[in-house]
């Protein structure tokens, strides 16, 4: 198994350092998963969020029973892009 210590010798830099870009990089990659997944529902619907669907629903555009579901996974999603981009912006004020 590859070591932490040993891919930081052979780029020359720290344990710490190394370890802060990994943690940055998993961050990214499931921000980017998630906003791919957010971006398919949001263009399924032709909107920009939630709340532009919630404006459908409520102007009679969209039926409640056919899209609710997807209504809360865009929920989701968005609130997990929040709490990722959160921690990007944590990370880097570090």
């Not at 590859?2 to 998993?26: M, P």
């Not at 909107?47 to 102007?59: A, G, P, R, T």
Request: charged fraction near 35%; aromatic fraction near 8%; glycine fraction near 2%.
């Amino acid at each position: 198994m590859l070591s932490v210590q040993r891919v930081a010798n052979e780029f020359k830099i720290s344990t710490d350092e190394l370890i802060q870009k990994s943690v940055n990089l998993f961050v990214q990659q499931q921000l980017i998963k998630v906003e791919a997944e957010l971006f398919r529902y949001l263009k399924k619907y032709g909107i920009k969020n939630v709340f532009e669907m919630d404006e459908k629903l409520k102007n009679g555009s969209l039926r409640e029973n056919d899209v609710i579901d997807d209504f809360f996974a865009i929920d989701h999603l968005e609130s997990e892009r929040e709490r990722l981009s959160n921690l990007l912006k944590e990370s880097t004020n570090d």
